[in-house]
């Protein structure tokens, strides 16, 4: 039976058959889906999915055609359709949407199921694949001069993260270490670890654990036990930008100033971006605890920088740290802040 299209959706008055189409070469193209609109036309295809109230077909006719779904009043697709419903099951099957809103699925895989049009949540949703998916960087500087001039310098930088589609785990240490004709002119070391639950694709609840050490600044031994929520605000091949924010406990041990420990709020922003095909890689990291508290510090650590790719994962780094403590011990300076240049390795 054939009909005739005259859509706002289509912006076109063709002639077509419901079931089949007659190609170039006079064959008929079986159609996967057939489906009917609230004004009576009728239009056949592929399904390619339904994503947020929005059906979208591939028509050998008309090409991609995206329909609102609420205009839809009939549909009977192959047995191919990947069915995703509001509850979270996945079925696979024939699917046949009947005027009175009833929904039926058919597939050999499963019995029959009946359902209502309100329970429909996705056709054809993305493929998730469930393997875990490792990345990682490290990033090597110093010098080591001896003769009239002695003096060693190491610094180190490295990230280690395990991501599946629902959990993520990070674990990054960075050692900054140096030396004078004998005598330690720098000495910090930072381990952090996280792990990350998505309650979505963006959003998502964490744990985390600091710890950090400042052998200049009389710091022994500074920890943290944290938790909270954040979002994974853009998340793609070429960039990618993270938001959180939580509640924290710290501990801080000093060799000669009286110990501290108090609740604080921390706050989080990660952003990486590559610009001309990769060619070039900025990234910024911060992360900030505060608290009201009489004897809490405002804690800030931010590290800045470029990263060159050279080949085979190799890349040649200019990073700027910062640290700064509100409150030190006396003698102690606030800020304290590096430029390093070095090697690095990504995967």
Not at 182 to 190: K, M, N, P
Not at 310 to 332: C, E, K, V
Request: contains cysteine.
């Amino acid at each position: 039976m054939c009909f005739r299209i005259r859509t706002k959706f289509l912006r076109a008055g063709v002639t077509g058959c419901a079931l089949a189409v007659v190609g170039i070469f006079g064959a008929p193209v079986v159609l996967a889906a057939q489906l009917k609109l609230a004004n009576g036309d009728q239009i056949s295809g592929e399904i390619v999915s339904l994503q947020g109230q929005l059906l979208t077909l591939n028509s050998p006719l008309f090409g991609t055609v995206k329909i609102p779904w609420g205009k839809v009043v009939e549909l009977r697709s192959d047995s191919g359709v990947r069915i995703e419903l509001a509850d979270g099951r996945q079925l696979k099957g024939q699917l046949v949407l009947q005027p009175d809103g009833q929904v039926v699925v058919q597939g050999q895989s499963n019995p029959e199921v009946h359902i209502m049009r309100s329970d429909l949540a996705r056709l054809n949703p993305p493929v998730i694949d469930p393997s875990v998916k490792y990345s990682g960087r490290a990033t090597l500087g110093g010098t080591f001069n001896q003769g009239n001039s002695s003096d060693e310098m190491l610094n180190l930088d490295a990230e280690l993260v395990a991501r599946t589609p629902d959990k993520r785990y990070a674990i990054n240490m960075a050692v900054n270490e140096a030396r004078a004709f004998g005598f330690t002119t720098a000495s910090r070391r930072l381990l952090t670890a996280q792990h990350d639950i998505f309650l979505s694709q963006k959003n998502y609840v964490f744990v985390n654990a600091r710890a950090q050490s400042d052998v200049l600044a009389d710091l022994n031994m500074r920890t943290s036990l944290g938790t909270g929520y954040g979002r994974q605000i853009i998340e793609n091949t070429a960039t990618k930008l993270s938001a959180e924010v939580g509640v924290s406990y710290v501990s801080e041990k000093y060799e000669i100033a009286p110990d501290r420990s108090y609740p604080a709020l921390s706050l989080a922003l990660n952003y990486e971006h590559k610009f001309f095909n990769n060619a070039l890689v900025f990234f910024n990291n911060t992360h900030l605890t505060g608290s009201r508290h009489e004897r809490a510090s405002t804690l800030v650590t931010n590290k800045l920088g470029f990263r060159l790719p050279i080949a085979n994962g190799l890349n040649l780094t200019t990073q700027f740290n910062l640290a700064y403590d509100s409150s030190p011990p006396t003698g102690i300076k606030p800020t304290d802040s590096s430029l390093i240049f070095g090697v690095g390795y990504v995967f």
